[in-house]
């Protein structure tokens, strides 16, 4: 059975679980976005005591790598 996605309570924090990721990148489950890991979305973070944790930038990255915005701005320190 597959594990259903959640957003909790409506925000995105900075760093996410699998199961917030995956709803953050509107994944159908914890599973699929898993699956997914290492190619189309970034391997996470391991954190001591906290497991394993995706920074939502590298989840935005990813997305705009795969809808093939990834050369968009999205700082102006980037380009000065």
């Known amino acids: 059975m597959s594990r259903p996605t959640n957003n909790p309570g409506g925000t995105w924090p900075r760093l996410m679980r699998a199961q917030t990721a ?6 159908s489950s914890v599973e699929s976005f898993l699956r997914a890991v290492g190619s189309a979305y970034p391997k996470p ?3 001591s ?21 990834a050369s968009l701005v999205h700082d102006a320190a980037d380009v000065l």
Not at 22 to 27: L, P, R
Not at 52 to 66: G, V, Y
């Open 22 to 27: 995956a709803a953050y990148v509107d994944e």
């Open 45 to 47: 973070l391991t954190i």
């Open 49 to 69: 005591g906290k497991g394993k944790r995706w920074l939502r930038e590298d989840l935005d990255q990813a997305i705009d790598q795969l809808s093939g915005r």
